[in-house]
């Protein structure tokens, strides 16, 4: 596609519940992230993949909270036993290459965790 | 810790009124940016400064670069109703892997 894409676009989940974020970058682009973005709080770094290299987790809060990136395009955040606390809109975004400042951002899945 | 102080948090002006929003931090950054969000959509990138001293401007917008690479202003000549919407700022380090540290925003409201 021209764009990020993200889905689901919405998902609301219960307390304890474990669920699937998925992004799609732009196609060819070399360094997918993952933010989370709560009210007030502004862009919160998660994950950040670059090309065949090991991921940089660091900005995982905890480790119920994980990624993968498959063939080195669609990416996966998996949150297992969600908390009333994870609830925000979680972000996608892919750079072309490394060294590149422009980042592509999706739209974002607001997730609700009741 | 937030490295990147952004200021104002909330904005709302009147049309045709002129408005600067701050970002600021200790930190040297390699480069900054000022993206734009509307509800529902991620950020979009608006301007990458990259020099110290440097000034962009983008129509009605000029950014600046600090001298010393640790602050950055936007300013807007004559706000439009289509210029509401939340402005980030995002600076990257010196050095290591390329990791932003995203401001909280300020959030523009423009009244026609």
């Known amino acids: 596609g021209a764009g990020v894409s993200q889905s689901p676009s919405n998902k609301v989940t219960e307390k304890g519940k474990d669920v699937e974020l998925r992004c799609d970058p732009i196609s060819g682009h070399t360094a997918l992230y993952w933010y989370r973005q709560s009210l007030g709080q502004g862009l919160e770094f998660l994950i950040y993949f670059q090309g065949n290299s090991a991921p940089d987790k660091s900005g995982l809060p905890s480790d119920r909270f994980s990624a993968e990136r498959t063939g080195g395009s669609v990416s996966t955040l998996t949150i297992q036993r969600t908390q009333q606390e994870d609830s925000a809109v979680y972000l996608c975004?892919?750079?072309?290459?490394?060294?590149?400042?422009?980042?592509?951002f999706g739209p974002g899945t607001r997730l609700t965790v009741l | 810790t937030q490295l990147l102080e952004q200021s104002p948090q909330f904005l709302s002006i009147q049309e045709g009124e002129n408005l600067t929003v701050y970002c600021n931090s200790s930190s040297v950054f390699s480069s900054l940016q000022w993206y734009r969000q509307e509800p529902g959509e991620g950020p979009v990138l608006l301007v990458t400064v990259v020099t110290g001293g440097e000034v962009k401007k983008l129509k009605r917008l000029t950014f600046q670069f600090g001298d010393a690479r640790k602050d950055s202003s936007l300013h807007i000549t004559a706000a439009q109703p289509g210029d509401t919407g939340l402005y980030l700022c995002?600076?990257?380090?010196?050095?290591?892997?390329?990791?932003?540290?995203f401001g909280r925003g300020t959030s523009l409201i423009v009244h026609p």
């Open positions: 975004a892919s750079r072309r290459l490394a060294g590149e400042d422009t980042q592509y």
């Open positions: 995002a600076g990257v380090p010196v050095g290591g892997s390329y990791i932003p540290t």
